[in-house]
């Protein structure tokens, strides 16, 4: 009875530390919150830049779990694809051992990636980097920057950048990533490319679609070193780490070589299934917006196709496809990838509707069950949402993200803002769901915060 009163008494003091600090802490204590959560370098905040007790902490964290680490790592990468709904349950606990133990865990691993890159030198195809592609071209300019400021904002691992763009945007781009602070461009490389196509007639791909989306398709013969990739279109805005997305490559099969998620959720309101007059995969379709792929199994592979009766390497592929189609065709290249995905189905993994959030799965009532359940992963404001007042859910999140001041803290200068201007969007479908746009980023900050109280009531106690 009294160890049992001892125990609770402990439990009650922790916890009531725990509380203090955290109210104490995001008060109080601004500049090092700014650094972890403004810089949004939870990983570095945690690893590299702290000082004093904090450091002692991390120190004695390392060299017992160092093994269990990598090997942690390794299933981390595979597990996180197939099963985000776990990462919400091994989500560190505020008041558990076992959670303290989690939250080591989770932060740690992500933690020692960047810490041993530094030591191994890695050259760039190395798969500790992330590779992100995005092709703008015209007025894309601004939506691009936000998109990659996003993708830097959120993510734990270094992050190399390819740029495919029109000859006079590159002066703008280097200019405007060179702005950046520090915090941010330590975390990314670039590249920025002119817009080539390796195969066929290039006024007529330009004409595909918008100006320049068919660049995407050529992807894995121009970036000739990278093993993996993701391709965005300039609309997509990033809610939590790539490393995440990241990780489904690891939960490919033997046959898998790129990741989509479907056009529609409803085949009843899908256009694909109304309005296609091509073949076309699955029930929906795909949408071609965020693709993962393994540019090294697309490099290999031999495609199925309805041309001639062996496989077509898919360089070799691309353009007798499109002339075969070209006049049923309406949405370009993604037309194409959806030809070329009925054929394979076998070499495509679907990711389900939250990491390709798109305005179709909330303007007619909310039809994406993942998001409902854990939140937008990566929104995609197509049709032009960001830029007018059609979908004011869509554009306030765009404006935020856009309006962050860099190195600020994600609560007062991300999170309030989002929450007033969602206020006013209440009137659309999309505005009546305000959770499901914000689940992410609430995670994302409770990450940051809990990885700083837990390290530091650690090291407390132990003295
Ligand atoms: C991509 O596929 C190749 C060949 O199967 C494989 O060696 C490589 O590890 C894969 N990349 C990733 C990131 O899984
Ligand atoms: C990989 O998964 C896809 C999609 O589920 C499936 O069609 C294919 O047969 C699988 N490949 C292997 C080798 O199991």
């Known amino acids: 009875m009294k160890l049992y009163c001892k125990v609770v008494a402990l439990a009650l003091c922790l916890a009531l530390l725990l509380l203090l600090y955290l109210f104490v802490g995001s008060d109080a204590d601004e500049p090092p919150l700014k650094a972890a959560a403004g810089g949004s370098r939870p990983a570095r905040a945690s690893s590299s830049s702290r000082p004093g007790g904090d450091f002692a902490a991390a120190g004695r964290f390392r060299p017992v779990q160092a093994a269990e680490e990598r090997e942690e790592e390794e299933e981390a990468a595979a597990a996180a694809a197939a099963a985000q709904a776990q990462v919400s349950k091994r989500e560190p606990r505020l008041h ?4 303290r133990r989690g939250a080591a865990r989770g932060k740690f691993a992500n933690v020692r990636r960047p810490k041993d890159q530094k030591h ?18 015209g007025d894309r300019l601004e939506e ?21 763009a ?14 950046w602070p520090p915090s941010y461009t330590k975390k990314f490389e670039y590249n920025v490319y002119p817009i080539a196509f390796s195969v066929g007639n290039a006024q007529e791909w330009k004409k595909l679609f918008k100006p320049c989306a068919a660049q995407r398709l050529f992807l894995p013969t121009i970036l000739k070193d990278v093993d993996s990739l993701l391709y965005v279109d300039t609309d997509v805005l990033f809610l939590r780490p790539i490393d995440d997305i990241w990780g489904f490559l690891r939960a490919f099969n033997s046959t898998q070589l790129a990741a989509m998620a479907p056009e529609h959720e ?46 077509l390497a898919w360089e070799e592929m691309l353009y007798p496809l499109y002339q075969k189609y070209k006049n049923y065709i309406t949405w370009g290249d993604q037309d194409l990838l959806n030809i070329i995905f009925y054929f394979n189905p076998e070499c495509l993994y679907l990711f389900p509707c939250q990491w390709n959030y798109r305005p179709d799965h909330c303007m007619y009532g909310s039809n994406c069950k993942g ?4 939140g937008v992963s990566i929104l995609h404001g197509n049709r032009g949402v960001y830029h ?68 530091n009531v650690g090291a407390n106690f132990r003295l």
């Open 166 to 179: 029109e000859d006079s945007l590159k002066p703008e781009f280097e200019r405007k990533l060179q702005e």
């Open 96 to 99: 558990r051992k076992t959670g």
């Open 388 to 455: 007018d007042d059609k979908q004011p859910t869509f554009k306030a999140l765009y404006e935020v993200i856009r309006d962050f001041p860099f190195e600020d803290n994600l609560f007062q200068s991300m999170y309030y803002p989002l929450q007033s201007k969602f206020l006013d969007t209440v009137h659309t479908l999309c505005g009546r769901i305000p959770q499901v746009f914000l689940k992410q980023i609430e995670r994302t900050m409770k990450k940051v915060y809990e990885s700083r109280v837990i390290v």
């Open 266 to 311: 409803i085949p009843k309101i899908g256009w694909y299934s109304r309005f296609a007059r091509h073949p076309y995969y699955g029930v929906t379709g795909v949408n071609s917006g965020v693709m993962l792929m393994n540019l090294t199994r697309i490099r290999n592979a031999q495609f199925k196709n309805s041309m001639i009766p062996t496989g």
């Open 144 to 164: 691009t920057l936000v998109m990659l400021k996003s993708a830097v904002l959120f993510s734990y691992r270094k992050l190399k950048f390819h740029i495919f």
């Open 371 to 374: 998001a409902e359940e854990e």
């Open 120 to 137: 191994s030198a890695a050259p760039l195809s190395s798969p500790q980097w992330m590779h992100l592609a995005v092709v703008a071209c």
